[in-house]
Nanobody
Framework: QLQLVESGGGLVQPGGSLRLSCVASEFNPVYEAIGWFRQVPGKERETVSCIKFRDGSTYYADSVKGRFTISRVNAENTVYLQMSSLKPEDTAVYSC????????????????WGQGTQVTVSS
């Protein structure tokens, strides 16, 4: 069964950068996309960004457009989320997940999840 492992979280000052990694245990063609999500206690989970494996099409939440970049390295079974110009409101647990089905990546059902990595933006 597919497993996802996130890394790269940590403490960073406002305006700083971090790169998150999501490594899949295997390549399985049934999965269509990888998404990054974030959640703060007491708030709903937010879809941050996602990318489709085959055509590389992407989605970004309005709150991160122009600051975050998602990319994939299929040969490494890895999806990265480069986060720049970080703000305190970006503080959250970031998780990656794999989706099944066809269509735009933000609309797919995400069925396999990693454990998450904490990102804290604070001075």
């Amino acid at each position: 069964q597919l497993q996802l492992v996130e890394s790269g979280g940590g403490l960073v000052q406002p305006g700083g950068s971090l790169r998150l990694s999501c490594v899949a245990s295997e390549f399985n063609p049934v999965y269509e996309a990888i998404g990054w999500f974030r959640q703060v206690p007491g708030k709903e989970r937010e879809t941050v960004s996602c990318i489709k494996f085959r055509d590389g099409s992407t989605y970004y939440a309005d709150s991160v457009k122009g600051r975050f970049t998602i990319s994939r390295v299929n040969a490494e079974n890895t999806v990265y989320l480069q986060m720049s110009s970080l703000k305190p409101e970006d503080t959250a647990v970031y998780s990656c997940a794999a989706a099944l089905g066809a269509g735009a990546c933000f609309a797919l059902p995400y069925v396999t999840w990693g454990q998450g990595t904490q990102v804290t933006v604070s001075s």
